[in-house]
């Protein structure tokens, strides 16, 4: 995003609204720092060749967010 960092939306995107899971789907590699990647909930590399992967990332989104829902209520 070139007017704001990634990392900087998803905090304000907090602020507005917790609930709101933040998935970074990105051409980074699996070594990426979790300095780099902890205020995302998840990450997908690009491209998206694996339907099943997707599939996947998509059920684990929808656990988090549930998770999320009965913790805050």
């Not at 990450?43 to 599939?55: A, D, G, R, T, V």
């Amino acid at each position: 995003m070139p007017s704001i960092p990634g990392n900087q939306l998803t905090e304000k995107i907090r602020r507005v609204d917790p609930s709101i899971l933040n998935i970074l789907v990105s051409g980074w590699e699996r070594r990426t720092s979790y300095k780099q990647l902890r205020h995302f909930d998840l990450h997908m590399l690009k491209p998206i060749e694996n339907l099943e992967e997707l599939h996947q990332m998509i059920g684990d989104a929808l656990r988090i967010r549930e998770r999320r829902h009965r913790t805050t209520g």
